[in-house]
């Protein structure tokens, strides 16, 4: 199948775009045992008796420690990625629990290149990726700072560095496109859009609505083990969408044992696949053109029912539920039984629902589908990415 792609930094087939990255990256390894093994024979070659060899040193010597540094390291974390992918099932269990000598998900984050977590990842992990894509640019500056001591010593102590810097030079290309293709990477995952709505003239999203997420990357498809949740913490009281859809389980509802008046609350939503369309394009339903009031049948819960909508969109919403007023019986009041002076949102704590008045309680939302979309998203190519 060709390569598709519809931007020049985007390619929409991910299974090829992931071939071509594991044929960038191997010729990066290729290359950089040419050059290491170019270095050696140069630096095997100085000649204590001679000035000229002894000074060549101050440049093949540092080029040796970059290339070290960079280009091998980037090396090492490719052959464990490997290793990671072919044989993790086999070195460790289901569970995840501490095997060999660490966790198949530090492993991953090892052999990914995204081990550093930084505090900000914790309410957007959507930089995690970014980690990656900051150590590969860097390994790309530091050959090219060896490459230009390659040029230096080649010009002053010819025939030292000759070879390398030609090796170096032809190699260049290459590295360039690993990073463009890098960058494809990352930016296909976070402007995904389902619909295919992307080189669409006019077509534009509603101002709430933040993205599309594949559903093959949220928490409930990432873990093995029934309403597991990826997230380190016991209690966490993160407000992000990101990380609530990618790192805790949908199914368990957070722990809201009180709803007070203006408290931001994180909810869902459930429709159909078409319905979320038109409501990242339009926004929620209201009941007439010049009134922001929802309609009546829009109702959010604070955890996933699985047996409704199993195949259609499940929307993460940021909402203000204004006025509250909480229900502790067994049935539900319709939120149109109470004053609109009074009330903005109903809450009923044995079923987890909430029903807000109007559409602008609605702050921000993501949307992940369920169903068969038309843009297909092969989440296999980000395992230990996210």
């Given at each position: 199948?060709?390569?598709?792609?519809?931007?020049p930094i985007n390619f929409f087939n991910d299974r090829n775009r992931y071939c071509l990255?594991?044929?960038?990256?191997?010729?990066?390894?290729?290359?950089?045992?040419?050059?290491?093994?170019?270095?050696?024979?140069?630096?095997?070659?100085?000649?204590?008796?001679?000035?000229?060899?002894?000074?060549?040193?101050?440049?093949?010597?540092?080029?040796?420690?970059?290339?070290?540094?960079s280009s091998f390291i980037v090396f090492l974390l490719n052959c464990l990625y490997l290793?990671?992918?072919?044989?993790?099932?086999?070195?460790?269990?289901?569970?995840?629990?501490?095997?060999?000598?660490?966790?198949?998900?530090?492993?991953?984050?090892?052999?990914?290149?995204?081990?550093?977590?930084?505090?900000?990842?914790?309410?957007?992990?959507?930089?995690?990726?970014?980690?990656?894509?900051?150590?590969?640019?860097?390994?790309?500056?530091?050959?090219?700072?060896?490459?230009?001591?390659?040029?230096?010593?080649?010009?002053?102590?010819?025939?030292?560095?000759?070879?390398?810097?030609?090796?170096?030079?032809?190699?260049?290309?290459?590295?360039?496109?690993?990073?463009?293709?890098?960058?494809?990477?990352?930016?296909?995952?976070?402007?995904?859009?389902?619909?295919?709505?992307?080189?669409?003239?006019?077509?534009?999203?509603?101002?709430?609505?933040?993205?599309?997420?594949?559903?093959?990357?949220?928490?409930?498809?990432?873990?093995?083990?029934?309403?597991?949740?990826?997230?380190?913490?016991?209690?966490?009281?993160?407000?992000?969408?990101?990380?609530?859809?990618?790192?805790?389980?949908?199914?368990?509802?957070?722990?809201?044992?009180?709803?007070?008046?203006?408290?931001?609350?994180?909810?869902?939503?459930?429709?159909?696949?078409?319905?979320?369309?038109?409501?990242?394009?339009?926004?929620?339903?209201?009941?007439?053109?010049?009134?922001?009031?929802?309609?009546?049948?829009?109702?959010?819960?604070?955890?996933?029912?699985?047996?409704?909508?199993?195949?259609?969109?499940?929307?993460?919403?940021?909402?203000?539920?204004?006025?509250?007023?909480?229900?502790?019986?067994?049935?539900?009041?319709?939120?149109?039984?109470?004053?609109?002076?009074?009330?903005?949102?109903?809450?009923?704590?044995?079923?987890?629902?909430?029903?807000?008045?109007?559409?602008?309680?609605?702050?921000?939302?993501?949307?992940?589908?369920?169903?068969?979309?038309?843009?297909?998203?092969?989440?296999?190519?980000?395992?230990?990415?996210?």
């Amino acid at each position: 199948m060709p390569i598709s792609f519809r931007s020049p930094i985007n390619f929409f087939n991910d299974r090829n775009r992931y071939c071509l990255l594991i044929i960038f990256h191997l010729i990066e390894s290729v290359t950089f045992w040419i050059r290491f093994i170019i270095l050696y024979s140069d630096l095997s070659a100085v000649s204590d008796r001679s000035s000229i060899d002894r000074a060549s040193l101050a440049y093949l010597v540092p080029i040796l420690l970059i290339e070290l540094c960079s280009s091998f390291i980037v090396f090492l974390l490719n052959c464990l990625y490997l290793i990671t992918k072919c044989c993790s099932n086999n070195l460790f269990d289901p569970g995840d629990q501490l095997n060999i000598c660490c966790r198949r998900r530090t492993l991953w984050r090892i052999s990914t290149m995204t081990c550093f977590k930084f505090y900000c990842y914790h309410e957007h992990p959507q930089a995690i990726l970014l980690t990656r894509l900051f150590i590969l640019f860097l390994s790309f500056f530091l050959r090219f700072i060896a490459f230009v001591l390659g040029a230096s010593c080649a010009s002053r102590y010819n025939p030292r560095a000759v070879a390398y810097t030609v090796t170096s030079s032809l190699s260049l290309p290459s590295s360039t496109m690993t990073l463009v293709t890098e960058t494809a990477h990352f930016f296909r995952l976070w402007t995904y859009s389902p619909n295919n709505q992307y080189n669409t003239p006019g077509y534009q999203t509603y101002r709430s609505h933040l993205r599309f997420i594949p559903y093959g990357i949220v928490n409930d498809q990432q873990t093995t083990e029934w309403n597991a949740s990826l997230c380190d913490l016991t209690n966490c009281e993160s407000e992000s969408l990101h990380h609530l859809l990618l790192y805790h389980s949908l199914a368990v509802p957070r722990q809201i044992p009180v709803i007070n008046d203006n408290q931001i609350v994180i909810a869902f939503y459930q429709t159909t696949k078409n319905d979320a369309y038109k409501i990242a394009r339009d926004g929620f339903t209201v009941t007439g053109p010049r009134t922001l009031t929802l309609a009546p049948d829009v109702y959010f819960t604070i955890s996933i029912e699985r047996s409704r909508h199993r195949n259609g969109a499940i929307i993460c919403a940021r909402i203000n539920v204004g006025r509250v007023v909480t229900l502790k019986g067994l049935n539900m009041v319709p939120l149109e039984s109470f004053s609109v002076h009074a009330t903005d949102s109903v809450y009923h704590q044995p079923s987890g629902k909430i029903q807000i008045r109007t559409a602008k309680q609605i702050d921000k939302w993501i949307i992940t589908i369920r169903d068969q979309t038309e843009d297909r998203f092969d989440a296999g190519m980000y395992k230990g990415c996210i």
